[in-house]
């Protein structure tokens, strides 16, 4: 599995966030996109008006997303494991309008949720199935947390496929403690 981080959606998220307060030097750049982020960049081209109509209407699991995204041009350049991810996204939370406000995806749950006890990188670097990630947020340790079965499930979907990153693409400031918790 691929653990670097594409120049092309990072350029664009940097795009599209500017003026939200994200920088070139955010520390959190490492932790790759999730389906919220990999869908602005697709809706943001012309080729992706059928993606975006299936989105509104339909409902579907990860497999048929993953064959609609591969079968659109608007997609041609995510990689394998973006498409992954933006599946299981779909999967999670479609029919919903694309245009509009996006639900927020594992990527935002791993830094909105997963700090305030331990580092980030105590998350991350894990390499894990879905079932080790749901049994993690079923500990008595993360089952406070205030996030639904189905945001649990979404955040697991995230991490098996994204998680796993080496600690040499952690920046030095979050690797220090990074096995303490
Ligand atoms: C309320 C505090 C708290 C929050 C918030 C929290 N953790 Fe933890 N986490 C802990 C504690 C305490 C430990 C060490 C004890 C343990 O493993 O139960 C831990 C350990 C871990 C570990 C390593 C041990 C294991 O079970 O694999 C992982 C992975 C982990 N947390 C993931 C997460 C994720 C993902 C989130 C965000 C959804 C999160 N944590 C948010 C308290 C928290």
Redesign the pocket.
């Known amino acids: 599995m691929q653990r670097f981080i594409p120049s092309f959606a990072l350029a664009a998220a940097v795009l599209l966030h500017s003026g939200t307060g994200w920088s070139e030097d955010d520390i959190f750049e490492f932790v790759p996109d999730g389906g919220r982020t990999l869908l602005g960049v697709l809706m943001e081209q012309d080729a992706a008006d059928d993606v975006a109509s299936a989105i509104a209407a339909r409902e579907d699991g990860p497999e048929g997303w993953s064959a609609t995204l591969q079968a659109s041009p608007s997609a041609a350049e995510l990689d394998t494991w973006q498409i992954d991810t933006l599946a299981h996204y779909l999967a999670t939370n479609a029919p919903f309008d694309p245009d509009g406000a996006l639900p927020q995806d594992g990527r935002d749950?791993?830094l909105n949720?997963?700090q305030?006890?331990?580092i980030v990188t105590?998350?991350v670097t894990?390499d894990r199935t879905r079932e080790a990630?749901l049994g993690?947020?079923h500990?008595?340790?993360?089952i406070?947390?205030e996030?639904t079965e189905a945001e649990r499930g979404a955040?697991a979907d995230y991490?098996v496929i994204n998680g796993g990153i080496p600690i040499d693409l952690v920046p030095p400031a979050l690797r220090a403690g990074g096995a303490s918790?």
């Open positions: 749950m791993t949720l997963c305030s006890c331990h105590v998350v894990q990630w993690t947020l500990k008595p340790s993360h406070e947390i996030m955040l991490l918790y």
